[in-house]
């Protein structure tokens, strides 16, 4: 028997002022960075994968994944929520959520981590770091119209904490890419 559909929704649309960029777009040993999200989340099993992305070319050609610009971005993290959650399909049962700044994140954690919400009884599950709940984590379909109306730059948290969610624990996910010296530290 397959496993319910579980469609990955990667935030890449973000202008990365204090990376000097877009961060879906640096190149980590020859791959951008949104690539390597989107070749990790099918790995990994997701159903579907889209990305939400800035007004530039995704360079996903090679890759099932759908796109979706989003032209809102400057409001924050979630505006691409919304447009990520706006672009799934009906048969999709949960979306799992992931950025592209987190370099620790392979198909062996999103694995983990949709077993983990198999199990959950139709609670989020999320990555555990620093002591609290952060992505990537998966939603169920019942928490979408919440998701569909998130504002500003806050994320999904105040969700996955009022819902208790379940949670792996991934202390690597602390170190994400913010600045340039994150990025360099990372290559080198």
């Known amino acids: 028997m397959n496993a319910p559909p579980i469609a990955a929704v990667i935030l890449a649309a973000g202008a990365g002022r204090r990376m ?10 020859g791959e951008t960075l949104l690539h390597r999200a989107a070749r990790t989340a099918l790995a990994a099993g997701c159903a579907s994968v ?17 796109t979706v ?3 809102e ?8 929520i919304r447009k990520g959650i706006g672009a799934l399909s009906a048969e999709v049962v949960a979306t799992l959520i992931m950025t592209v700044d987190q370099p620790a994140v392979d198909a062996a954690l999103l694995r983990d981590l949709m077993a ?16 609290t709940p952060g ?24 969700i996955l904490l009022r819902e208790g969610a379940a949670t792996l624990p991934f202390p690597e996910g602390a170190f994400d890419l913010d600045r340039p010296e994150d990025f360099e530290r990372l290559r080198r």
Do not use: H, I, M, T
């Open 73 to 80: 971005a400057q409001e924050g993290v979630a505006s691409s």
């Open 50 to 66: 889209v990305a939400v992305v800035g007004p530039w070319d995704p360079g996903l050609e090679d890759l099932a994944v759908v």
């Open 20 to 29: 000097g960029g877009p961060k879906a777009r640096l190149l980590l040993d």
């Open 135 to 158: 992505s990537p984590a998966v939603f169920p379909r019942r928490l979408f119209p919440e998701l569909r109306v998130l504002e500003g730059d806050r994320g999904a948290k105040p």
């Open 116 to 131: 983990l919400f198999r199990g959950s009884d139709d609670r989020p599950v999320a990555c555990l770091y620093a002591g």
């Open 69 to 71: 610009v989003n032209a």
